[in-house]
């Protein structure tokens, strides 16, 4: 920390008293004792991280959310992180205006607002347009963004904020109060595309910007900052006078849906997003607000794309939000205050003789090294530079705005889920919003390990050696249609989604092992590639080996993850052989992240009615078909309670030596099937009677009894309803329909089963 220089600029800039003074250092010294050097925090993210650590709201204060260490807050906590962050805030004022060289010495300049030139000399107050090669830097607040004009250029990523940002920047304006210092949101870097300006008034002092701007960054605060205003204009909160317009280069009809269609979302029933759900830090959870989005694309087919998604989302936070939280009218008048007045942006103008080309590289160099911005945007940038590089202005605005369009649908067959887990199954891999990442690193086949920004380097590094890359574009393009192909095609699309999967074969291998079949071979290849992956072999205890995947091995304990595979293939080959037309769902394997479940519970443990005690015994004796008492049943039925039967100790020796001998059984094939998560976590110990009935009424209502949505599979229905067997009993799971359904599942497996090596099922 700048301790000396921070001093001097708080006794000569900010004219505060010795008490205050000495209060500010020692803020930021507390912070810099438990987080480490502020310099270095700035030149990483100008405080960003700090800030955000330092966040505590009335709603964590209620929920009795403790600060983390290493930072240690004696006493109350809200209060402690507000002076810390006001010290905070401070530092980061006093850094950028020492990174300008612009400390205000005139008491009647606005301590809101300062300028900079390019060479970093202070401008006079009287000019009105910045002459030449002169940058202009202001704090400004959010009611000056009146009446203005922003353009998204080609170049520019999506708008990609959801549901934890917008939920945090409300909050965080809530809470703000003005004694805490500056309330500002990261730069506006503009380009001005004329040379029409506006004469602002900041306390007392006169500015003048330029009207019309190209956002260079700051797309996603000035996308939000729209939607917000827009929707307080809408219900009538705040005046026409404070809205302004955006509009976007080549994503066409994002533009179109902002400036005439917000109001198909105002006016979209939204009772779906709770206060309960509004309250929680669960910002990953995003059911409610897509369930809200399906019902929404149904109506408004026209607006489906991943823009209009991120506007749904941010927007139905923020009407739900302002509904529940700013109900009364007081409440939302003070919120709108601190929004138009106390919110401050940092307004930067770039030198308007700038070309495009220096505009992009400003977005290339600005934008590098942050954590929300991906590779592949980072990319297109590069490319609409090369394009633009390569040919006159004319051609290169035909060809930007192709590209752009290309781009725009690759992306959007990729945030498709069900194209996506086909290829992709990966939860943790790609989560930055973007998807078409993946596209790139399977193409320069990016080495395991390497970080994200692998494919971004390589494409930099050609581009600063003066090699074009627009032909790695087309390499993309085709890599695409080509899976684009395989999804299209049931039989490709059902085995390469397997393979993937079930981790047998990744799409990177899949490429390289049939570039240049044909399709005919291609399928044979795959069909190939299960064959091989079920061909795993064992080794028994006398050393003999034998085939994990044939049928009578597969155990939930010893090879849960093989049992696993199969069942998935059983599952998905139900498709191929009986619904021409339709897909497996793949995303909703791996995002409702289905585990096998028993069909007959492996042991009574959680069990407390005597009754259903009885019936489990009954159960798994008959499939199990063990040799006991005939009065084993009775015996059991005759004690009351479970605590009562536990005082038998001759019964309660004879049922756990039945628990023993039979719980092995119930971890064979017979015995289980796929079901998602929260389902299977339903189901738990019950017997088959029920859960039929469970499972049943799930898949007729399509969510389970927390109104959570719920696919079953189809298999684990026909199990449950005994499809395959001739004598259907609905009562329970005998060995009858256990042999069945194997064989049910050999039958349609055949073709990929391996032959077995031993005849007995080994002992492991």
Not at 92 to 113: G, P
Not at 309 to 335: C, K, M
Request: charged share 30%.
């Amino acid at each position: 920390m700048q301790r000396e220089e921070f001093k001097n600029w708080l006794i000569n800039t900010e004219k505060y008293d010795v008490t205050t003074i000495n209060s500010r250092i020692g803020n930021c010294s507390t912070i810099e004792k438990a987080y480490g050097d502020l310099d270095e925090h700035y030149k990483k993210d100008r405080l960003g991280s700090l800030l955000k650590l330092l966040k505590y709201s009335r709603q964590d204060e209620r929920e009795e959310i403790q600060q983390q260490p290493p930072l240690e807050i004696e006493g109350d906590i809200y209060t402690g992180l507000a002076t810390l962050r006001q010290g905070l805030k401070r530092y980061l004022e006093f850094k950028l205006q020492l990174e300008t060289n612009t400390y205000s010495k005139d008491k009647n300049e606005s301590n809101d607002a300062f300028k900079i030139t390019f060479h970093n000399k202070v401008m006079s107050k009287e000019s009105l347009i910045p002459s030449e090669n002169k940058n202009t830097l202001l704090l400004l607040p959010i009611k000056n963004l009146s009446n203005k004009f922003f353009e998204i250029g080609s170049y520019q990523r999506g708008y990609k904020w959801g549901k934890k940002e917008i939920l945090e920047l409300l909050n965080d304006i809530d809470s703000y109060d003005k004694s805490q210092g500056l309330y500002c949101l990261q730069p506006l870097v503009l380009k001005p595309l004329n040379n029409e300006i506006e004469k602002i008034e900041i306390n007392n002092t006169s500015y003048s910007i330029f009207k019309n701007n190209e956002v260079v960054d700051g797309q996603q605060r000035t996308t939000t900052l729209f939607l917000l205003l827009k929707y307080f204009e809408y219900k009538g909160w705040v005046d026409k006078k404070y809205l302004y317009e955006i509009d976007f280069k080549t994503r066409e009809r994002s533009g179109v849906f902002l400036k005439g269609n917000l109001n198909l979302i105002f006016e979209f029933p939204l009772d779906k997003i709770t206060k309960e759900e509004l309250d929680k830090k669960e910002y990953h959870d995003l059911k409610n607000i897509n369930a809200l989005w399906a019902s929404f694309i149904d109506q408004n087919l026209d607006y489906n794309n991943v823009d209009v998604y991120h506007f749904f989302v941010v927007t139905g936070y923020l009407i739900r939000w302002v509904e529940e939280f700013l109900s009364e009218e007081n409440l939302r008048n003070v919120f709108i205050e601190k929004l138009l007045k106390g919110v401050k942006v940092i307004w930067y103008s770039l030198d308007d003789s700038e070309n495009d080309n220096q505009i992009i590289q400003v977005f290339l160099n600005n934008n590098k090294g942050k954590i929300g911005l991906t590779s592949s945007e980072l990319i297109k940038a590069l490319f609409i530079l090369d394009i633009k590089n390569s040919e006159s202005v004319s051609i290169s605005d035909i060809q930007i705005n192709q590209f752009a369009s290309e781009w725009n649908s690759v992306e959007k067959q990729l945030q498709d889920d069900s194209f996506w887990y086909f290829i992709q199954p990966n939860e943790e891999q790609y989560q930055g919003g973007t998807r078409i990442d993946y596209l790139f690193d399977l193409l320069l086949d990016k080495p395991k390990g390497a970080d994200d920004f692998f494919a971004y380097r390589h494409y930099e590094k050609k581009f600063n050696s003066k090699e074009s890359i627009l032909k790695s574009w087309e390499e993309v393009v085709q890599l695409y249609y080509k899976l684009l192909n395989w999804y299209e095609d049931s039989e490709i699309f059902h085995f390469v989604g397997f393979l993937t999967n079930s981790n047998i074969k990744t799409v990177d291998k899949l490429l390289k092992e049939n570039k240049g079949k044909t399709k005919k071979e291609l399928k044979k290849s795959l069909k190939n590639a299960v064959r091989t992956g079920f061909k795993k072999k064992g080794k028994t205890e006398d050393n003999k080996e034998f085939f994990i995947y044939s049928l009578d091995n597969l155990h939930y304990e010893n090879y849960s993850q093989e049992t696993r595979k199969v069942l998935l293939l059983y599952n998905v080959f139900y498709y191929l052989d009986n619904m021409a037309g339709h897909k497996f769902p793949f995303e909703l394997f791996i995002k409702e992240k289905w585990s096998i479940e028993h069909i007959i519970p492996q042991t009574p443990k959680d069990i407390e009615d005597i009754a259903i005690y009885a019936q489990w015994f009954e159960d798994i004796i008959a499939y199990a078909e063990l040799e006991v008492d005939t009065n084993l049943i009775k015996r059991i039925r005759a004690h009351v309670t479970i605590e009562d039967l536990k005082k038998d100790k001759e019964l309660k020796f004879d049922l756990d030596k039945i628990v023993i001998e039979s719980e092995d059984i119930t971890h064979y094939l017979n015995n289980l099937l796929l079901l998602d998560r929260n389902t299977n976590s339903t189901l738990s110990n019950k017997l088959f009677d029920e859960k039929r009935s469970i499972v049943l009424r799930f898949d007729k209502n399509g969510f389970n009894d927390k109104e959570k949505p719920v696919f079953i599979p189809i298999e684990t229905l026909n199990a449950f309803n005994k499809t395959f067997s001739k004598e259907i009993n609905i009562k329970n799971w005998t060995k009858e329909d256990g042999d069945n359904y194997v064989c049910a599942i050999k039958d349609r497996l055949k073709e990929f089963l391996p032959t077995k090596l031993e005849n007995t099922t080994p002992k492991v």
